[in-house]
């Protein structure tokens, strides 16, 4: 799998994430995907899919199993949060069933082609589907592959998370931002709400920046209002099982580790402060939660040090707790890096600041 990475590793450099759009100053996207490119990435994808098909799961598929789940629910009962109506008895003493269905409608229907699946199969789709975006989105932008060897991103993909998905939105939505693409735009916001605890202020971010409300407004109708159309009383279903997850998984907020968003949006970056913001919402489960950080500073060349950095948080967790793991490793080096690599920007920021006082306190004086 890492020769595959290496193998579609060089792309053009892009401009930082929180800024306007501008023209491209590389080559254009069609020009990016060169046939090593896909020779490299369909090297990855497989890899990616022959270790997940070698994988056993005794509930079939990992943490994508309340979507999938979900999904036959829904197709089977029109319930998608009674999963009791297609998990035998036998299988019901695992955590995730304890758990149940916690995502939104729309984000079943974003999955429901893979619950035509058995589960193994879909679990291997559902990851190649995952590597694949996350390769061609990555290309898009211009950014290296290394993002793939990031603990937290290879941990979601482990585990099969929907995070990884919510991730590929946003790498592309960051992508139609930058090209001037407002639909394109409001279709990946609207994804990106399926998961709202992740993606909420993100997408707001990306709103204020872009202001296509209109486009926004039609995405998002048409997903979640089709939603309700198809499944009337999916909210009344849902909001339980929230209720039920909290009880169950006790995952605490680490919302001090949003301040850390404070440099940033100092800086104008707004995307990146609002991916360090998410952790005024989001309830920590684990380390794939920070696996957006590292596009506030992936720009840099040193953000290559992210990588080997975030394979500490295991120690560090253990002998610090996980919130002082994921602040001390994988959010102050992203936040450090991209407030350094600015610093100019900053220094400047703090002088104009200084001189408007100075005047200030001359008018005074007079």
């Given at each position: 799998?890492?020769?595959?990475?290496?193998?579609?590793?060089?792309?053009?450099?892009?401009?930082?994430?929180?800024?306007?759009?501008?023209?491209?100053?590389?080559?254009?996207?069609?020009?990016?995907?060169?046939?090593?490119?896909?020779v490299g990435a369909c090297a990855v994808v497989l890899a990616a899919m022959a270790w997940r098909a070698w994988q056993r799961y005794p509930t079939g598929v990992f943490d994508f199993y309340p979507l999938y789940y979900g999904g036959v629910a829904w197709l089977h009962t029109g319930?998608?949060?009674?999963?009791?109506?297609?998990?035998?008895?036998?299988?019901r003493d695992f955590q995730l069933y304890q758990i149940g269905n916690v995502y939104p409608f729309p984000?079943?229907?974003?999955t429901l082609p893979l619950s035509l699946f058995p589960a193994q199969l879909a679990g291997t789709l559902w990851v190649g589907l995952l590597t694949a975006g996350l390769l061609v989105t990555l290309r898009l932008n211009g950014w290296p592959a290394w993002y793939l060897l990031y603990l937290?991103?290879?941990?979601?993909?482990?585990?099969?998370?929907?995070?990884?998905?919510?991730?590929?939105?946003?790498?592309?939505?960051?992508?139609?931002?930058?090209?001037?693409?407002?639909?394109?735009?409001a279709v990946c916001c609207a994804l990106i709400l399926t998961k709202p605890n992740q993606g909420f202020i993100f997408v707001l971010a990306l709103a204020l920046l872009a202001r296509?409300?209109?486009?926004?407004?039609?995405?998002?109708?048409?997903?979640?209002?089709?939603?309700?159309?198809?499944?009337?009383?999916?909210?009344?279903?849902?909001?339980?099982?929230?209720?039920?997850?909290?009880?169950t998984m006790h995952q605490p907020f680490y919302w001090?580790?949003?301040?850390?968003?404070?440099?940033?949006?100092?800086?104008?970056d707004v995307i990146g402060g609002a991916l360090v913001l998410q952790f005024l919402l989001l309830p920590f489960p684990g380390s794939y939660a920070a696996s957006a950080l590292p596009m506030i500073a992936i720009e840099d060349r040193r953000s290559l040090w992210l990588m080997p950095l975030s394979f500490c948080w295991?120690?560090?967790?253990?002998?610090?707790?996980?919130?002082?793991?994921?602040?001390?490793?994988?959010?102050?080096?992203?936040?450090?890096?991209?407030?350094?690599?600015?610093?100019?920007?900053?220094?400047?920021?703090?002088?104009?600041?200084?001189?408007?006082?100075?005047?200030?306190?001359?008018?005074?004086?007079?």
């Open positions: 799998m890492r020769g595959g990475v290496q193998a579609i590793e060089a792309a053009p450099r892009a401009r930082p994430v929180g800024r306007a759009p501008a023209a491209e100053s590389g080559p254009p996207a069609r020009a990016r995907f060169t046939w090593r490119f896909w319930n998608a949060y009674d999963l009791s109506a297609v998990i035998p008895p036998g299988a984000a079943v229907l974003a937290p991103l290879l941990e979601g993909l482990r585990i099969e998370q929907y995070t990884v998905f919510v991730l590929v939105c946003q790498l592309l939505a960051v992508w139609a931002y930058r090209q001037r693409r407002p639909w394109l735009l296509n409300w209109r486009q926004l407004l039609v995405a998002c109708g048409a997903l979640w209002g089709g939603a309700l159309l198809l499944y009337p009383r999916w909210v009344a279903d849902w909001v339980p099982m929230l209720a039920n997850s909290h009880n001090q580790i949003a301040l850390l968003a404070l440099p940033l949006l100092a800086l104008g295991p120690l560090a967790a253990l002998t610090t707790g996980q919130a002082w793991a994921t602040a001390l490793t994988l959010v102050l080096p992203v936040v450090a890096l991209a407030v350094w690599r600015r610093r100019g920007e900053f220094a400047g920021w703090r002088v104009g600041r200084f001189a408007r006082w100075k005047v200030k306190g001359s008018e005074c004086r007079r």
